[in-house]
């Protein structure tokens, strides 16, 4: 069983930088895929980005493509999104999830999920 918390949200301006970073605990970390979602009001959830086990392989989402970088650090059993260049439709509720199949963007190869943090982008 794997606990997630993810922390670093918050309100930034169009342009603005934010890291977010998930904790995780309860299971051995560099065994899982990590991924990041996100989720609009009133719209669905989405995909953003995804690392693999031993962080050389990544994934992302067209729309933060060359904004967003995904890292982790399994020392610290951490993953990390570094968000630049945050434009007001970034605006939503994050996610942080963990998978131990393939490095996806569908939500259904993961396995455990963070209770999420926030990030406002005013224009």
């Known amino acids: 069983q794997m606990q997630l918390v993810e922390s670093g949200g918050g309100l930034v301006q169009a342009g603005g930088s934010l890291r977010l970073s998930c904790a995780a605990s309860?299971?051995?970390?560099?065994?899982?895929?990590m991924g990041w979602f996100r989720q609009a009001p009133g719209k669905e959830r989405e995909f953003v980005a995804a690392?693999?086990?031993?962080?050389?392989?990544?994934i992302y989402a067209d729309s933060v493509k060359g904004r967003f970088t995904i890292s982790r650090d399994n020392a610290k059993n951490t993953v990390y999104l570094q968000m630049k260049s945050l434009k007001p439709e970034d605006t939503a509720v994050y996610y942080c999830a963990a998978g131990r199949a393939v490095l996806s963007d569908r939500a259904y190869e993961y396995d455990y999920w963070g209770q999420g943090t926030q990030v406002t982008v005013s224009s």
């Open positions: 309860g299971d051995t970390f560099s065994r899982y895929i």
């Open positions: 690392i693999s086990w031993s962080g050389v392989s990544t």
